[in-house]
């Protein structure tokens, strides 16, 4: 069994457009992430939730919005969609908060054209 | 200037021999710093996590010492082997405001 999971893997589209990418975890984990990979291997933090709260917001534009369903969820629209956007999106979850080790998942290439 | 700094960017070794991965960090007030490995095209995969009052940390052929008065880690790899090519990320978290930062990385070849 996968312990975290992202759909889709792939993902182009165009600009200006609507996405969602979901991600879902099956180890019981209170606390979920959500990063940002650029086309240069720099993995960022963009948001954090704890039970269903953020707790971490970089400073990610709005038009990026983190929903959390429930604790095993934590899904990432994007609306708008920039060029500037393309990369891959990576999608962990740890215990709770603190010093737990993260799992994560294989990642979603966005590409924008 | 990144609050997190690694060298080597790079790294090419013989399969067999030992390596040693750099990791400098500014970050304050220190609350914990992680060693990823990352597998192309995959997510990256936890090595150890260091707090504060932890010198040094062993996962199997993996070893991260961590200087917390220099603000220094470094990861030895021993005895390398083809599957260790990877890029390995270093991650500093300060204390009591869950801010994670993260180094480039050192993208490891082992060759044969």
């Known amino acids: 069994d996968t312990a975290v999971s992202q759909t889709p893997k792939y993902l182009v589209t165009q600009m200006g457009n609507d996405k969602s990418i979901k991600c879902e975890q099956n180890?019981?984990?209170?606390?979920m992430y959500w990063y940002k990979q650029d086309s240069k291997k720099f993995l960022k933090i963009m948001f954090s939730?704890?039970?269903?709260?953020?707790?971490i917001n970089e400073t990610v534009p709005n038009r990026f919005s983190p929903k959390s369903p429930d604790k095993a969820h934590l899904n990432l629209h994007i609306n708008s969609l920039e060029l500037g956007d393309s990369a891959v999106y990576f999608c962990?979850?740890?215990?709770?908060?603190?010093?737990?080790?993260?799992?994560f998942g294989p990642g979603t290439r966005l590409t924008v054209t | 200037k990144n609050q997190v700094e690694q060298s080597p960017q790079s790294l090419i070794i013989l399969e067999g021999k030992n390596c040693t991965l750099q990791?400098?960090?500014?970050?304050?007030?220190?609350?914990?710093l992680r060693w990823y490995k990352q597998d192309t095209g995959r997510g990256p995969v936890s090595l150890t996590i260091m707090t504060f009052s932890e010198n040094t940390k062993s996962n199997g052929r993996y070893t991260a010492t961590l200087d917390a008065d220099t603000k220094q880690s470094s990861l030895h790899i021993t005895a390398s082997q083809l599957s260790d090519s990877a890029s390995y990320i270093c991650?500093?978290?300060?204390?009591?405001?869950?801010?994670?930062?993260f180094g480039a990385g050192t993208r490891l070849t082992v060759k044969p």
């Open positions: 180890l019981g984990h209170d606390t």
């Open positions: 990791c400098n960090y500014t970050v304050s007030p220190f609350s914990n």
């Open positions: 991650v500093v978290s300060a204390w009591g405001n869950n801010d994670m930062r």
């Open positions: 962990a979850s740890s215990q709770t908060q603190g010093v737990y080790e993260q799992y």
């Open positions: 939730y704890n039970n269903k709260e953020l707790i």
